[in-house]
């Protein structure tokens, strides 16, 4: 929509300033890690990081929530429960905001989930251009997730002494005109802002040995691939590449009963497809016992069945899975030897 320059030294009171009206979130330092937390200082917001613990979907889709409350008092009243507030997510990397466009589909299809799409209504974007890997792990450069167009209601890129703001939404412009000492930029900053983005794609390899559009046909061929039997001798089945991964969405659904069986709640929280519990259905049937086919399955949703669904491939590069898993299982390792098999 257009291209605005806040100075850095101007960021610290721009977040203070949302802090008076939303909650605002963002990357915030755990240790030698970072993590997605509610900002009480701007000082300790770090737009530098380089990845987080959990993606941010997990204010859009909480590790675990309440959806309703019930009673028995003679009938049965049931009162739905959707837990939202105004909050500004700062600092979304790229790869992060296409994940976001996969569970926007994902939760607004069909019957559109409540709680999601309060939420997603509520918050609003405010995301970074990556400039340097995040880390090892990371194939966004493949994965077509590097940069992205829309998705946020203001993008930040670093030009040095000033951040770069491009106004992606009527939101994001009226945030930026209430809250912040912004300028419009001039052509020096265009300049500056161009050298910048032309000298980021040099530093980020393509890791696939195929190309990302491919990635489809490969999955649907490799279907009975031998990979995956190799794959399972050493999975945990621990589920922790699930946990951690943006667009992943499965979610469990019980209810909580107190002891007088009158008052409970239903609550949900993420689930993951590698346990094997996952696919066990009534009588006991699990159809996918084996530890081979779930993570088949797995990968089969990132490379294939959400791009039929959605459009959109269901694996953004981030790394996150390569990163927490115990046995070093990682997709870029798996999709290239999968094209290796093939060829």
Request: proline fraction near 6%; aromatic fraction near 10%; charge should be negative.
């Amino acid at each position: 929509m257009s291209l605005w320059v806040i100075d850095k030294q101007a960021m610290a009171p721009f977040v203070a300033k949302l802090m008076d009206d939303y909650r605002v979130v963002g990357p915030l330092a755990k240790g030698s890690q970072f993590a997605f937390d509610e900002v009480e200082d701007p000082a300790d917001l770090r737009l530098d990081y380089n990845t987080s613990i959990l993606p941010p979907k997990k204010y859009f889709q909480p590790p675990e929530e309440r959806l309703m409350t019930f009673r028995r008092n003679g009938g049965t009243t049931v009162q739905p429960i959707v837990e939202a507030e105004p909050t500004v997510i700062l600092g979304i990397h790229t790869c992060d905001l296409h994940a976001m466009r996969v569970l926007d589909e994902a939760f607004t299809q069909g019957y559109p989930d409540a709680h999601y799409t309060r939420r997603r209504r509520q918050a609003m974007v405010v995301s970074v251009e990556c400039l340097e890997p995040c880390m090892e792990h990371s194939f966004c450069k493949s994965m077509g997730t590097l940069t992205a167009d829309d998705g946020y209601d203001l993008h930040l890129t670093d030009l040095g002494a000033a951040y770069a703001v491009d106004v992606g939404s009527d939101e994001g412009k009226a945030l930026l005109e209430r809250f912040a000492e912004a300028r419009p930029a001039a052509e020096a900053d265009m300049q500056q802002l161009n050298k910048v983005l032309g000298a980021k794609w040099p530093r980020f390899p393509y890791k696939l040995e195929t190309e990302v559009d491919e990635l489809p046909a490969l999955m649907s061929q490799s279907y009975e691939s031998p990979v995956w039997e190799e794959l399972a001798e050493i999975c945990l089945a621990c589920g922790q590449c699930t946990i951690v991964c943006p667009t992943c969405f499965c979610f469990d659904v019980y209810d909580e009963v107190d002891l007088s069986l009158q008052d409970g709640e239903r609550r949900r929280r993420w689930d993951s497809c590698q346990l094997d519990l996952f696919a066990t259905v009534a009588g006991g049937e699990n159809f996918r016992e084996s530890q081979a086919a779930r993570l088949r399955h797995r990968f089969m949703r990132k490379g294939r069945y959400l791009r039929k669904k959605y459009d959109a491939l269901g694996c953004v590069g981030c790394g996150r899975c390569a990163r927490s898993c115990p046995v070093d299982i990682s997709p870029v390792n798996v999709f290239n030897e999968l094209h290796q098999v093939r060829a």
